[in-house]
Nanobody, 124 residues
Framework: QVQLVESGGGLVQAGGSLRLSCAAS????????MGWFRQAPGKEREFVAA????????YYADSVKGRFTISRNNAKNTVYLQMNSLKPEDTAVYYC?????????????????WGQGTQVTVSS
């Protein structure tokens, strides 16, 4: 069993930056692909970014490409999402998720473990 806990969310002005962290416990994440998803009020959960188990492959939604960076530190059992040039439309609850297949995917159903989420609010 893997427990995931997100942190780093908050309120930021448009154009600002935040760094989200996702810390795991219960099992090492080194063999898991990790993903970040988000859900805005009244909308479905959507893919944001993913990283393979080794960190050699990363994937991004078109809406965040060039602004967000996903990374991981397997020694610390932690995954990060650096978010720059934030826009009001980035406002959402952000979730991290773990996929034991290790490859990374934009499909939420492929992730077995999910965190509780952290709120990101971007003001205009």
């Amino acid at each position: 069993q893997v427990q995931l806990v997100e942190s780093g969310g908050g309120l930021v002005q448009a154009g600002g930056s935040l760094r989200l962290s996702c810390a795991a416990s219960g099992r090492t994440l080194s063999s898991y692909a990790m993903g970040w998803f988000r859900q805005a009020p009244g909308k479905e959960r959507e893919f944001v970014a993913a990283i393979s188990w080794s960190g050699s492959s990363t994937y991004y939604a078109d809406s965040v490409k060039g602004r967000f960076t996903i990374s991981r530190n397997n020694a610390k059992n932690t995954v990060y999402l650096q978010m720059n040039s934030l826009k009001p439309e980035d406002t959402a609850v952000y979730y991290c998720a773990a996929d034991s297949r290790g490859l990374g995917s934009d499909l939420s159903y492929k992730y077995e473990y999910w965190g509780q989420g952290t709120q990101v609010t971007v003001s205009s």
